[in-house]
């Protein structure tokens, strides 16, 4: 199992910056995969962007060239670097981890960009 809590949501206004990280129970040394979702009120989940164990990533279209995702073996936490915000980035975003068979998810942490 794998706990995931996240952190470095808010309010910002557009054009602005934020960095989420999302602190994991474990190592994350040997999850396969971990990526981070949003999920707009009304909408449904969306994949953002999600790094493999090997560091191959992917982003959401919609993100490419302004979100940046990384992830820290040592302080076992992922990083959602967030620039160039613009208000349709508001949602609730989720960590996730796919280890053992299972998919694990954090609590959400709000971002809110104003126009």
């Known amino acids: 199992q794998v706990h995931l809590v996240e952190s470095g949501g808010g309010l910002v206004q557009a054009g602005g910056s934020l960095r989420l990280s999302c602190a994991a129970s474990?190592?994350?040394?040997?999850?396969?995969?971990m990526g981070w979702y949003r999920q707009a009120l009304g909408k449904q989940r969306e994949l953002v962007a999600g790094?493999?164990?090997?560091?191959?990533?992917d982003y959401a279209d919609s993100v490419k060239g302004r979100f940046t995702i990384s992830r820290d073996n040592a302080k076992n936490t992922l990083y959602l670097q967030m620039d160039s915000l613009k208000p349709e980035d508001t949602a609730v975003y989720l960590c996730?981890?796919?280890?053992?068979?299972?998919?694990?998810w954090g609590q959400g942490t709000q971002v809110t960009v104003s126009s």
């Open positions: 474990r190592s994350i040394f040997s999850i396969n995969y």
């Open positions: 790094m493999t164990r090997g560091s191959n990533v």
């Open positions: 996730n981890a796919r280890a053992g068979g299972g998919y694990y």
